[in-house]
């Protein structure tokens, strides 16, 4: 019996893990529900989050810079917050709790600067983009591009997060295609 129990265990162990990172050679991306495509930077990384909630993009490293997709459901839009969303908030509500819940992440980006707050058109979807900067314990400058929106089934949020030095400006424009590449398919 108890040799059975062990290799039982570690295969549903095996199953709770984070996908392995995968390196993209094929651009057109399924999000973890299905729920969404994208084309992400093709010589990246790519990482299901272990909750399986997040597509993660990276090109050097997901502390340097990082793509992420997240979707949520409606009443779980703003989850620091407890805050919901419903797809008939205006795209400047959506982004004042989208900063709001930037703000109680963590004492560094409790200080953040909101320098563009405007109206952004996602997937056919009226949303908001918002770029926010902030500093790091060390004092590096980080900034942070997010776009969002709220449909009848789920909030979804697409952010780019790098240092300002060299990382952001070098990689914002792929962000930038990344996110006219992201189209709802329904499915989720």
């Not at 059975?4 to 094929?26: E, F, K, S």
């Not at 992400?40 to 997901?62: E, V, Y």
């Not at 810079?65 to 703003?78: G, N």
Request: one cysteine or more; charged letters at 25%.
């Amino acid at each position: 019996m108890t040799r059975m129990l062990i290799p039982t265990l570690v295969l549903l162990l095996a199953g709770c893990a984070a996908t392995p990172p995968q390196r993209v050679d094929t651009p057109r991306t399924e999000g973890p529900d299905k729920s969404y495509t994208v084309d992400l930077p093709t010589g990246w990384i790519k990482q299901i989050a272990p909750d399986h909630k997040a597509l993660l993009a990276s090109r050097n490293g997901f502390l340097l810079e990082v793509i992420v997709f997240t979707r949520r459901s409606l009443k779980e839009a703003f989850p620091r917050s407890k805050k919901a969303a419903t797809a008939e908030m205006l795209p400047a509500e959506l982004a004042e709790l989208e900063i709001a819940e930037t703000k109680m992440q963590d004492e560094f980006t409790a200080a953040l600067n909101v320098l563009e707050n405007e109206p952004a058109e996602i997937s056919g979807t009226e949303g908001y983009k918002l770029r926010m900067s902030y500093k790091n314990s060390r004092g590096l400058e980080i900034q942070r591009v997010v776009y969002g929106f709220a449909d009848k089934s789920a909030y979804y949020r697409i952010h780019f997060t790098a240092p300002k030095l060299y990382y952001f400006d070098t990689y914002y424009p792929e962000f930038e295609k990344t996110v006219a590449s992201f189209k709802v398919t329904g499915k989720g």
